[in-house]
């Protein structure tokens, strides 16, 4: 022995064994949606396939709701978030968490400051996406503390509770952007590395579910990274090259 506990040679990325809390860990698998139906302002450059016909996405919804290894998510607060997504969710007894833009409240195409509070009461999750989704990697001092803390402070104010989950927009972050959100307390931070994800781990990957993906290959891909099988090196190379 040298006063090593076998664990301490774990990936905390990996490791479900338990978190130090006695709590048991397990795998998950994190997805991303981002708009559904058609979009209601302008798009950022190739973000087209960020946007899923209702049909896909109601069919991924049914592939998934009666797994409880599936965290679903949504990124850039989007109408869509209320018009479509949560009557979807709340018809099949769903909860996700929805990263929204401080900055970009009461925009047009964008959830308004009423949608988040009926978001909230109708028992999602509220994360912080930041304030304007520009990369947060390479940002002033500034520039990153209107990002990680005035946009939280701004959407606490909204839904009037503690926000705890962050979302890196584009999924750029480097060891400073982490240090930040560390600093800043965030009790989860978001990413789009793709993969599976340890429950109750700092540091989430996710997947991003785009138009061109068949519904079928979806499930697929999240039984490899659900089942933690040798496939799921082929699956995450896979998915790296069809999920880009
Ligand atoms: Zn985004």
Known sequence: MLGLSQGSYGNPMTDVSANGHGVPERRIVNIIFHGVGEPSRPLEPDADDLWLTPTAFATILDGVRDRDDVQITFDDGNASDIEVALPALVARDLTAEFF??????????????????VLAESGMRIGSHGMFHRPWRGLSEAALREELVDARTEIEQVVGVAIRDAACPFGAYDRRVLHRLRESGYEHVFTTDPGPATSGAWLQPRNTIRRG????????????????????????????????
């Open 213 to 244: 993906h068949d519904p079928a290959d979806v499930g697929r891909v999240l039984d490899g990274f659900a089942s933690g099988s040798p496939e799921i090196i082929r699956w995450v190379k896979l998915a790296v090259k069809r999920w880009r």
């Open 100 to 117: 929204i833009l401080a900055g970009k409240l009461d925009e047009s195409g964008y959830l308004s400051r009423d949608d988040v509070r």
